[in-house]
T-cell receptor, first 116, second 115 residues
Framework: GAVVSQHPSWVICKSGTSVKIECRSL??????MFWYRQFPKQSLMLMAT?????????EQGVEKDKFLINHASLTLSTLTVTSAHPEDSSFYIC????????????FGPGTRLTVL | AQSVTQPDIHITVSEGASLELRCNYS??????LFWYVQSPGQGLQLLLK??????LVQGIKGFEAEFKRSQSSFNLRKPSVHWSDAAEYFC?????????????FGDGTTLTVKP
């Protein structure tokens, strides 16, 4: 149980285009999902906290207009990178909290974004 | 504010040797502590967690960790390392705040296993 999927697993796009990444909890309801960004050889950087049915809470320094997060259901959150640029290239990981468990997060496999 | 320190950026051990990865945390109350492993290009896999109770926690793949409140530590151990254990290891401390439940991650320790 407690499986989180991400789609796509990797994506290459041209500079200026937008890319949507999906995060799904497959076998549990996730009231909260988190979006992380990870640069090579570095730790996870929390970008935003997404609660079902409400606006995401962004961490300091993260542009909310660039990284649009939608958490429309208890099993799906999406991250849209708008007008992507090469510096947005990174590994994006989502995690989800089971509504029955207060602290533990379950992580998706990540999405590798490359912007040309 | 909560924080996690993993003092060792990179550790190399021989296959079959024992392993200890260090983790120190800073948190105002009883922490929720986690160890994750990440293989290249993959997401994070939970190795073990500590919420309360027995301070010696057993995890998957033969790993264990001991919570020591007096030292603010949660070190990860394995008695005999396998080549497949080579990966990145992250220690994390969780918040019991039900409005967020965010976790704070350490910078990670890269484990290399020599044949």
């Amino acid at each position: 149980g407690a499986v989180v999927s991400q789609h796509p697993s990797w994506v290459i796009c041209k500079s200026g285009t937008s890319v949507k990444i999906e995060c799904r909890s497959l076998d549990f309801q996730a009231t909260t999902m988190f979006w992380y960004r990870q640069f090579p050889k570095q730790s996870l950087m929390l970008m935003a906290t997404s609660n079902e049915g409400s606006k995401a809470t962004y961490e300091q320094g993260v542009e909310k207009d660039k990284f649009l997060i939608n958490h429309a259901s208890l099993t799906l959150s999406t991250l849209t990178v708008t007008s992507a640029h090469p510096e947005d290239s990174s590994f994006y990981i989502c995690s989800a909290k089971d509504r029955e468990l207060r602290v533990e997060q379950f992580f998706g496999p990540g999405t590798r974004l490359t912007v040309l | 504010a909560q924080s996690v320190t993993q003092p060792d950026i990179h550790i190399t051990v021989s296959e079959g040797a024992s392993l200890e990865l260090r983790c120190n945390y800073s948190y105002g109350a009883t922490p929720y502590l986690f160890w994750y492993v990440q293989s290249p290009g993959q997401g994070l896999q939970l190795l073990l967690k500590y919420f309360s109770g027995d301070t010696l926690v057993q995890g998957i793949k033969g790993f264990e960790a001991e919570f020591k409140r007096s030292q603010s530590s949660f070190n990860l151990r394995k008695p005999s390392v396998h080549w497949s254990d080579a990966a990145e290891y992250f220690c994390a401390v969780g918040s019991y705040n039900t409005n967020a439940g965010k976790s704070t991650f350490g910078d990670g320790t890269t484990l290399t296993v020599k044949p």
